[in-house]
């Protein structure tokens, strides 16, 4: 349970082994429950396509008491990319914190921030995090310059 007493939902260890382990997936996108008090699988899937992967956060809504805004949400990509000098192919597992600056409600903002060890202690193999803000942090360039130097 994490500090804000949000729980995790089973699913979401059990897709991320899907991921992990088994490969049959590409992404899991998570989100905070309705009510607010679990964390859960709003997504997983196998579609290798940044864009479409990039997408969903981006337009990632959340509300609280009768209010909408962007929507913070975590997500696990499986971040492949080829080393330079021919050196060969990577796999990272890339744990991603997204919470707009722009456009988000507090009361959801406040509870994504006070999950994410909870959750990120339940996936253990990850390799790296990002703390994405603003739109350009989530690009996959940038992403893919922070791995490739070690960065977040």
């Known amino acids: 349970m994490s500090k804000s007493g949000v729980s995790i939902n089973p699913e979401c260890v059990l897709k991320y082994n899907e991921l992990k382990l088994?490969?049959?997936l590409k992404y899991i996108i998570y989100r905070l429950s309705d009510d607010y008090k679990e964390i859960i699988v709003e997504d997983a899937s196998s579609d290798e396509d940044w864009e479409v992967f990039q997408g969903k956060l981006l337009n990632a809504k959340a509300?609280?008491?009768g209010r909408e805004g962007k929507g913070p949400r975590f997500a696990v990509y499986d971040f492949e990319y080829e080393l330079g000098g021919g050196e060969g192919t990577r796999n990272k597992l890339?744990?991603?914190?997204?919470?707009?600056d722009e456009g988000t409600l507090v009361f959801p903002r406040?509870?994504?921030a006070s999950s994410k060890v909870a959750l990120k202690n339940s996936l253990p193999g990850l390799s790296i995090e990002v703390q994405a803000n603003r739109d350009d942090e989530i690009e996959y360039a940038t992403i893919l310059n922070d791995l490739t130097k070690g960065r977040r």
């Not at 890339?94 to 707009?100: T, Y």
């Open 94 to 100: 890339v744990f991603i914190s997204w919470s707009p």
């Open 110 to 112: 406040m509870t994504y």
């Open 63 to 65: 509300s609280h008491k």
């Open 22 to 24: 088994e490969k049959k």
